[in-house]
């Protein structure tokens, strides 16, 4: 039985929440990287630079790599050997609060969609909570942004839509959204189950590493035919054009109705910012 | 890349074209959804702004906390389109540069070229290269807003792109239509 304390759980996660707002993983650092060697268009060069060099400065002083630190979201997978004597959510609202006071980051929550008046500590956080089996405690953090988060969209296509139909609606996502969502963006497509899972899964999807694949040989195929068309698209570095649109399409899928076919495409700005603890 | 400094001119407004690369230096404000929507609420109301309008830019960011000892935190650019409506009734009213990141609507920009204003933006994601090129910054207005308050900025080599310039030409084209 792990017995997680919980000072140790809200101390290791408040530490994560502040590194992902101002440690770009190097995953992503390297995508953006190998994006400029590609990139032929002299703004969109000159755009992928100072993203480059925003990231290192971000890191060497400790500065948040964006001013919006996001919604805090959290993937929690909890094993069935793991004991808890205290309101895990509770635990996790309280790191956020810490690392978003104590880290100088910006509280972007508002505590009423229409009040609009700020909570002023970033809570609460959006937590998924899964349970699996074993002894450890899965935490994964992302950092959610508007300006790419607004620019996601979901439809309900219908079965006759299939391959062909997901990846119009994808790139007709991509094109609507232009600049607006800070390209080069990372894609979270989410496809079958219903409604709400299609969204879910995008969303985690955003929180997989960035080179890696899906395990699913059909969704693999749609990541590589989606990265292709995305970047064919020439909507480029922030909206003015270029090759790199994307940096990665990650889909991660889930069976549906026989009349379905759901499709959620969770955008991710440039500063794709996650991590993860294990306890 | 062109050396500006803010205020400007109506004459350097109306020289700017799209596509030019700009560094800028001066005093500059800062402005979001929430006081937008309270400088329009003034503007109907006959009340006095919250900094003078002629030869100002608004810039649309909503800076993270200054840590001790810094100016300002993070502070890039928010997306302009949602200033859209606000700034179509600000922009008759003497704010004719504007600040962002990304494409705008058909109705704002159709309201900036008749009102030869210009629109700027500024790569997104680089809040914290950007906070090097400010010098300071104080709060101007609206400060129990936080985040989203009028901040007077000084700033100095601050990169910008003209986006949209006085004579409708336009660096996104029409992709967003």
């Known amino acids: ?279 | 890349m062109q050396k500006i400094t803010l205020p400007m001119n109506e004459a350097t407004r109306l020289s700017l074209h799209a596509g030019d690369r700009l560094l800028l230096s001066g005093v500059i404000y800062t402005g979001r959804d929430a006081a937008h929507q309270r400088m329009v609420d003034a503007l109907k109301k006959h009340e006095e702004p919250p900094f003078a309008y002629d030869g100002s830019l608004i810039y649309y960011t909503g800076p993270s906390p200054a840590k001790p000892g810094r100016p300002i935190g993070a502070c890039g650019p928010t997306s302009s389109y949602r200033m859209d409506p606000f700034a179509i009734e600000l922009m008759p009213a003497g704010l004719k540069i504007m600040l962002g990141k990304g494409p705008r609507g058909k109705a704002f920009r159709d309201a900036l070229v008749k009102q030869s204003a210009v629109y700027l933006v500024v790569t997104g994601g680089i809040g914290a290269l950007l906070s090097k090129r400010v010098l300071a910054a104080a709060t101007k207005s609206y400060p129990d807003l936080g985040a989203e308050a009028v901040y007077r900025l000084e700033v100095v080599d601050f990169p910008a792109v003209v986006a949209y310039d006085a004579h409708g030409a336009n660096l996104y084209g029409d992709i967003d239509e």
Request: with cysteine.
């Open chain 1, 1 to 279: 039985m792990n017995v997680i304390a919980r000072d140790r759980l809200v101390a290791e996660v408040a530490r994560i929440v502040e590194e992902a707002n101002i440690d770009l993983d190097g995953k992503a650092v390297a995508c953006l990287k190998a994006s400029l060697l590609k990139e032929r268009n002299e703004l969109a060069k000159g755009i992928l630079e100072e993203i480059v060099l925003n990231q290192e400065i971000a890191r060497n002083e400790r500065i948040p790599i964006c001013q919006d630190t996001g919604v805090a979201v959290f993937f929690v997978e909890l094993g069935n050997d793991v004991k808890l004597e205290f309101d895990l959510e509770a635990a996790l609202n309280e790191a956020v609060a810490i690392a978003y006071t104590d880290g100088f980051l910006r509280k972007s929550m508002v505590r009423h969609p229409l009040d609009r008046v700020n909570t002023k500590d970033n809570t609460p956080a959006v937590i998924h909570v899964k349970t699996v089996m074993g002894s450890a405690l899965r935490i994964r953090f992302a950092p959610k942004g508007a300006g790419s988060e607004n620019m996601s969209k979901i439809a309900m296509l219908t079965p006759a839509d299939g391959f062909a139909g997901i990846v119009k609606f994808v790139v007709d996502t991509v094109k609507a959204a232009g600049g607006r969502p800070c390209p080069p963006i990372v894609l979270g497509i989410g496809i079958g189950g219903t409604f709400e899972k299609a969204a879910v899964i995008a969303k985690e999807a955003l929180l997989r590493e960035l080179d890696d694949e899906a395990i699913l040989p059909r969704d693999r195929e749609l990541e590589e035919a989606l990265y292709q068309a995305v970047n064919a698209t020439n909507v480029g570095p922030m909206g003015l054009s270029g090759d790199t649109t994307c940096l990665a399409v990650k889909v991660n899928s889930y069976p549906c109705h026989i009349a379905s076919l759901p499709v959620a495409v969770n955008i991710q700005c440039h500063a794709a910012r996650h991590k993860e603890l294990i306890l």
